[in-house]
């Protein structure tokens, strides 16, 4: 049985705090918190809800042997499907430069092509491409050569799922999970309600058959942050989104910034300003090491003069409101859902009308894409909430607190088994599956 939702609200809001600095800071010899066996589980949950649990297997120094045992199980099943993604690329770009397809592996694909993480570092839900809308069909009939099939299509991107497989229910990462793929044909996200379309300034000047690389860390870091913008507007921020803009900040200099305002953009990047703003908050004391030795300090990783120029064109409430939010706040670490989440991203009143009459009446589009999820999501699946009409779920929502699924779903699982007992990081042997989130 859960234990009262309100100490869980407060333990998930402690523990994911307590990650954050743990992991920005990777200081040797921090103290080991004081915590509960419940606090211990849900700060679990919190790093498998942060895809942090494997960076932590390397930076947090905590001694408590069940913590640092289901870390480690969780680095070795990251570095496991790390290996199945690789893979799995190869055979894309093989299958692309047969067919003259240029395609790029977007986030997390890139961001371990440029070595900023080692296998089994950084854990990869699904792999995202992009492709030129014209080339579209041709990508979708290379994933079906692959044994994919399609699962379903939201405005952002169509998915694809393996013909054979199945998702691992559970905790955490899993080797065995299947690997999805996210295909778009545009790079944008709705803030909450107008689209920011970053596309041209993603896709190569002079692409060639194959996977091919972001034109520019720029670009690149460009896209980082409007997905990290999305996921703060959508309170489904996760830490590993703001350790991916830090790591990737070490490696720009003052022009690389430049790319954010290029002739590519039809309006000032306003929206990275709340990322970049927690990036700071975290990171400002961060003296670390890359993968390849080189000592850097994130102190200076983001130009001041970056800060400045982006503050000038953030809307004035977002502005204020982004100078006090932490990563609780913004994350699935918030356990209560919010009827009106993001609509301080309205950048007019008109806007901000749009998304209430839009969380009033939703489109049968949103209607559609709410469907797939039940469908597809393992964490929505039997849960009465997600069943009920649209006009029940918003009197309830202004009525009475009411938890986040996919919140309650990794907490549920955090309070079972965390690691198979037999299992040992020396030999990876399991005679049991580690469930995955």
């Known amino acids: 049985m859960l234990p009262p939702l309100k100490i869980v609200k407060a333990g998930l809001r402690r523990t994911t705090e307590a990650l954050a600095v743990e992991l920005a800071r990777a200081q040797p010899g921090s103290t080991t918190p004081a915590w509960s066996d419940l606090e211990w589980r849900l700060a679990s949950a919190a790093a498998v809800a942060h895809g942090v649990s494997p960076l932590l297997c ?55 092509a440029l070595g900023l993480y080692a296998p089994g570092d950084r854990p990869m839900a699904d792999i995202d491409l992009l492709v030129r809308e014209h080339d579209a069909g041709p990508a979708i009939k290379l994933l079906q050569e692959l044994d994919y099939v399609e699962s379903f299509a939201q405005w952002k991107h169509r998915v694809f799922k393996p013909a054979n ?19 778009h044909t545009r790079i944008q996200e709705r803030l909450p309600i107008s689209a920011v379309d970053i596309t041209e300034r993603i896709y190569p000047r002079e692409p060639r058959p194959g996977l091919n690389d972001y034109p520019s860390t720029g670009a690149l870091m460009s896209h980082l942050l409007l997905h990290t913008a999305g996921n703060i507007c959508g309170r489904s921020l996760r ?31 306003w929206w990275a300003l709340p990322p970049l703003r927690l990036v700071a908050r975290y ?6 090491t890359h993968y390849d030795g080189t ?28 100078r006090r939010q932490t990563l609780t706040q913004v994350s699935c670490s918030e356990l209560w859902l919010h009827a009106l989440s993001g609509i301080e991203w309205s950048r007019s009143v008109r806007e901000a009308g749009r998304y209430i009459r839009n969380r009033v009446r939703p489109s049968k589009q949103a209607i559609q894409e709410r469907a797939d999820m039940v469908r597809t999501q393992l964490w929505l699946q039997d849960q009465s909430w997600v069943t009920l009409n649209h006009g029940r779920r918003m009197l309830t929502l202004l009525t009475r607190p009411v938890p986040r699924m996919d919140t309650m779903y990794v907490v549920r699982a955090a309070l079972g088994p965390l690691v198979p007992r037999n299992w040992t990081p020396t030999t990876g042997h399991q005679a049991a599956s580690l469930p995955a989130r």
């Open 165 to 183: 497989g199945a998702p691992v229910a559970g905790l955490g990462e899993h080797r065995d999970a299947p690997v999805n793929i996210e295909l």
């Open 58 to 112: 390397k930076f947090s120094t905590w001694q408590n042997p069940e913590w640092k045992l289901f870390l480690a199980s969780q680095r070795e099943h990251v570095a496991h499907r790390h290996r199945r993604i690789v893979a799995l690329l190869k055979r894309i770009d093989a299958g692309a430069r047969a067919a003259g397809l240029a395609i790029v592996p977007l986030k997390g694909s890139a961001l371990h």
């Open 239 to 269: 830490l590993l989104h703001l350790h991916d803009i830090s790591l990737l900040a070490t490696r720009m200099v003052a022009s690389d910034w430049d790319v954010l305002w290029d002739e590519h953009a039809a309006d000032s990047p």
């Open 295 to 322: 000592r850097y300090d994130s102190r200076n990783a983001v130009p001041a003069a970056v800060f400045d120029r982006i503050e000038r064109d953030c809307p004035p409430l977002l502005r204020t409101m982004s």
């Open 283 to 288: 990171y400002t004391h961060y003296d670390g």
